[in-house]
């Protein structure tokens, strides 16, 4: 009964999750000759690397897309990897200047309605306290992308991704799991920008997990949660 009541429980976190949002972090140096690197110095809660063809930064989200079918893609992925970050899911205010810069002027109170409610509804299914928040672990990375319309004035962009959510704490309601989630997101050209308009997913694909018998300890992903920078922005 405990182990079936601990499956209900991430099941129950993970469909809030994915609704949401996927995970962020630094991004990488770029580099592939296996050369060593420098670990961050602490825990990066915020968005992806900033790393990217957009114009400029605006409250740390890339925003100022190319007017096309290609602009639009680029934004659907970064828009959903800051809305992945630790800090999205704990600090309101960061939350809300995330969509602030990234929604159109029309859903923008829907959305910073809907996120505060499922936001606040995640950190309380793990657990999550305001001493615990350095704790949380949440992150994800885009696995595809595919444009189902297109026009100069409104894109639909399904962004496939891989998230983890969960609380590195031996006494956690659960521990960090993984997520397979594809977002639609809707676009519309406003301002001069491809801004976001409404966000809807669905499971999966989900692939079979082949890997480890045993999750990984909670003092592991700890470390790897603060060593390891998430992918970056695209651009």
């Given at each position: 009964?405990?182990i079936?009541?601990?499956v209900?429980?991430?099941l129950v976190?993970l469909?809030?999750f994915?609704?949401l949002?996927g ?8 580099s ?8 961050p110095?602490?825990k990066?809660t915020?968005?992806g690397?900033t790393?990217?063809?957009?114009k400029?930064l605006?409250?740390?989200?890339p ?10 893609v ?7 990897v800051a809305?992945?970050?630790a800090?999205y ?8 200047a995330?969509l602030?810069?990234m ?6 109170e829907?959305q910073?309605r809907?996120d ?5 509804q995640v ?7 305001a001493g615990?928040?350095?704790?949380l ?5 885009a ?6 319309t ?5 894109a639909?962009?399904d962004?496939?991704m891989?998230?983890l959510?969960?609380v590195?704490?031996k006494?956690?309601p659960?521990?960090?799991?993984a ?6 997101l809707?676009?519309?050209w ?6 976001l308009s409404?966000i809807t997913?669905?499971?999966?694909p989900?692939?079979?997990?082949t890997?480890?018998d045993s ?21």
């Open positions: 009964m405990a079936t009541g601990a209900f429980l991430a976190i469909a809030v994915m609704s949002s995970g962020g972090g630094a991004g990488s140096d770029g592939s000759d296996g050369q060593s690197r420098t670990a110095a602490e990066n915020t968005g690397d790393k990217s063809t957009a400029k605006v409250n740390g989200v925003v100022g897309y190319a007017h096309n079918q290609a602009g639009a680029q934004a659907a992925v970064n828009y959903q809305r992945s970050s800090a899911f704990t600090d309101e205010k960061a939350r809300h995330t602030t810069a929604m159109t002027s029309q859903s923008q829907r910073i809907n505060d409610t499922g936001m606040q950190l309380t299914s793990l657990g999550v306290t615990s928040e350095d704790e672990v949440a992150r994800g990375a696995m595809g992308t595919r444009v189902t297109y026009t100069d004035q409104v639909t962009v962004v496939w891989a998230g959510v969960g590195t704490d006494n956690a659960m521990p960090v799991s997520s397979w989630t594809t977002y639609t809707t676009l519309q406003q301002s001069g920008d491809w801004k409404a997913s669905v499971n999966g989900t692939p079979l997990d890997g480890s999750p990984t300890s909670v003092d592991e992903f700890r470390t790897a949660d603060r060593e390891f920078n998430a992918p970056p922005y695209v651009g």
